[in-house]
């Protein structure tokens, strides 16, 4: 398999985790959007969307969208299991995944702010104040949602699940940009216990060949 992403890319990193939670192997491919590499017609041809991640199979599909990626991943190499077994606590894990995936992420991603500066002529301040409002907006569902399920060492249960490859990349960016993570006790602890994992560690932006600091 072939993964063409970025490494400071949320929705890439999400991938990262999950291909690590289930030992897969990969060449990595990377595509610094920064720098509007994904724009660039080599790209194109992997990606219509030109967003990134894209997986590329072994077979040569080329798969879009990381909670997509993730999900065929799961599918197609169930061991680990990133979804639980029972369908409620499927679309319990589902529905965290969709506040960080749909709710905070797309209001936060590059192109966006970019086009807060470029186009509405935002300033770095308050482009900074946006991005650290609806972290800390969508956080703070995120904790509430899991004051109502039980306590467990990740964000459902016991072993990582497909919310907690959405989560950990998106504290990631909240601490880059300096977001207020205060009082967000059960989410902070599923963090620090990802982070003690082998597989979150590997995934993290600062393994990635192609990271800057």
Known sequence: MKLHNYFRSSAS??????????GLSYDYVPVHIA???????????????????????DTGEQLGQS??????????HPAPPLLPPEPLGRAQVRALAQ?????????????????????????EDAKN??????????????ERELQRLPRGTYCH???????????????????RFNADLSG????????????QHPA??????SSCPDYEA
């Open 13 to 22: 990193f999400r991938v990262r985790i999950a291909l690590a939670l289930k």
């Open 35 to 57: 720098r509007g590499e994904h724009k660039q017609p080599g790209y194109l041809a992997v990606s219509p969307s030109m967003l990134v991640p894209t997986l590329e199979t």
């Open 67 to 76: 909670m997509a990626i993730i999900e065929w991943l799961d599918e197609t």
């Open 99 to 123: 506040l960080v995936a749909c709710e905070i992420h797309p209001l936060n991603n590059l192109r966006v702010l970019k086009y807060l500066v470029h186009e509405l002529k935002v300033g």
């Open 129 to 142: 104040g946006w991005y650290r409002h609806w972290v800390r907006e969508g956080l703070l569902a995120f």
């Open 157 to 175: 249960g016991d072993t990582p699940t497909l919310a907690d490859c959405c989560l950990v990349p998106q504290i990631f960016n909240g601490k």
């Open 184 to 195: 967000l006790d059960r989410t902070m602890a599923v963090f620090e216990a990802c982070m």
């Open 200 to 205: 979150f560690v590997k995934a993290q932006p």
